[in-house]
């Protein structure tokens, strides 16, 4: 599949000039230490990806002689990458072989309101039954896709996937490789630790062993001077990855709504869970030696994600001589500041309540708990602002469906350097301006904090958009 990738960029870069360049490297390493399965397209039409995806129980083996009783798409995880160009019509017969009902979100994804998976927009998916999804993939970038039902479990049991949409003019790179970062909570016997408690309903489920791409601290074979792009999905349930690359920097290339207006060099990268990242990395590590790519910690309020830095992949150099370094990416998109001139925003509360008599705990949404929730009036074709505004001391990652919005302020500092967005760190009593105008796909569309056990804990809301 990057092969394939490969070859497009060289024909609509270099032209016929590409057949004389000697291959420098190739994703091999991701593809021999921390593979995924590309999603088999049964449909001959260039510009239709046809699959068909089927949910069920499966055995996974995260490590060794070390494996839990998951639940998979098409029996791995994560589930196929799906892959497409940019306005092609992705259709997926899907089959639900679990013991439970699901839904497939495709996360990202702008596509009509009974196509998203969601509460709202379809009714889940029996055990036994069949759904067939289909849409158009308007936009490049990173996507990813995951039940709507059960959310805590079927996904920490291992269910999600990757989609790339590839556009016109994608940059030259080596070696390119989707990287989906999860963990898993594991009791003392390493069968999945239970789901559930007051401390996990709280904070979120983060679990101690860390997995990419479905497999504990992967090693992959890297070369040195080569450029890696990396599309980097975080599908965890809790945790906030923060990540870094010891003696490398990263150019940024893009977030969830596709490429920023121009690629930024980051020492760090930050994802809350539901986010993605699109950076390059140029592989400084000398012949021989291991690089580890690692989570830092990161406070996200009542001592949670205070942990000394999990090693996530072992990127190992091999002895091939160093490939000489490729220039700097110069890629631009024109991001235009959205007008939220005028417009009264509408306030967005967030709040969560502890009670330790009864242990439990309730999350809030405008001091609503879904599904007793009342929806937020939005228009089609008006820029919409609102205001987000965490009232509790923890962060409740926000995640709005169907849209991309941006960021204009945050806690009243404004945002001159615009993205387009569907997931957004929303920081401990921290006050979120964001702007979108929502096009014609009328609906009833969901926002809400990606911590799984929030979800479930009702911190989510609905907008109505009309019908
Ligand atoms: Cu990835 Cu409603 O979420
Ligand atoms: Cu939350």
Not at 39 to 60: G, K, Q, S
Not at 275 to 303: C, F, I, K, N, Q
Not at 354 to 359: H, S
Request: glycine share 10%; hydrophobic share 40%.
């Amino acid at each position: 599949m990057l092969l394939r990738w490969k070859v497009l960029a060289c024909a609509l870069v270099l032209g016929s000039a590409c057949a004389a360049e000697p291959p420098r490297a190739g994703a091999a390493g991701w593809a021999a230490g921390a593979p995924l399965h590309p999603a088999t397209d049964t449909n001959a039409d260039p510009t239709v990806v046809e699959i068909d995806l089927i949910a069920a129980p499966a055995r996974w083996t995260f490590a060794d002689g070390r494996s839990i009783d998951g639940m998979a798409y098409n029996g791995s995880v994560p589930g196929p990458v799906i892959e497409a160009h940019v306005g092609d019509t992705l259709i997926v017969h899907f089959r639900n072989d679990l013991d439970e009902a699901t839904t497939i979100h495709w996360h990202g994804i702008r596509l009509p309101n009974d196509m998203d998976g969601a509460p709202h927009s379809q009714s889940p998916v029996p055990p036994g039954g069949t759904f067939e999804y289909r849409f158009t993939l308007p936009d490049e970038g990173t996507f990813w896709y995951h039940p709507h039902a059960n959310e805590p479990e079927q996904m920490e049991r291992g269910l999600y996937g990757a989609i790339v949409v590839r556009g016109d003019d994608e940059p030259i790179v080596d070696a390119e490789t989707v990287v989906v970062l999860d963990d898993l909570s594991l009791a003392t016997d390493d069968t999945l630790a239970p789901f559930g408690g007051l401390l996990e309903m709280h904070g979120g489920r983060e679990g101690a062993t860390p997995i990419v791409n479905g497999l504990v601290t992967p090693t992959v074979r890297v070369r040195t001077g080569e450029r890696q792009r990396w599309r980097i999905v975080n599908a965890g349930s809790a945790r906030i990855y923060r990540l870094a690359l010891p003696g490398h920097t990263f150019q940024a290339l893009g977030s969830d709504g596709g490429p920023w207006s121009t690629p930024a060099a980051m020492d760090e990268l930050y994802l809350a869970p539901g986010d993605r990242m699109d950076v390059v990395v140029d592989v400084g590590t000398a012949a021989g030696e291991t690089t580890s790519l690692t989570a830092e910690p990161y406070e996200r309020g009542h001592g949670q994600g205070v942990y000394a830095p999990i090693e996530l992949v072992h990127l190992t150099a091999t002895n091939d001589p160093a490939l000489p370094l490729l220039p700097a990416i110069a890629r631009t998109r024109a991001i235009e500041p959205l007008d939220v001139g005028g417009i009264a925003p509408t306030q967005i509360t967030f709040n969560e309540s502890i009670d330790a008599a009864t242990m439990t705990v309730t999350f809030f949404v405008n001091g609503e708990t879904y599904p007793a929730v009342t929806p937020i009036a939005a228009t089609v074709g008006q820029t919409q602002v609102w205001d987000l505004v965490n009232m509790s001391g923890m962060i409740h990652p926000f995640h709005l469906h169907g849209f991309f919005f941006q960021v204009v302020e945050r806690d009243g500092v404004p945002v001159d350097e615009r993205t387009w967005e569907d997931t957004i760190e929303l920081r401990g009593m921290e006050h979120v301006r964001i702007a979108f105008r929502p096009d014609d796909r009328a609906g009833m569309w969901m926002f809400h904090c990606h911590i799984l056990e929030h979800v479930a804990g009702g911190m989510m809301g609905v907008m109505d958009l009309g019908r």
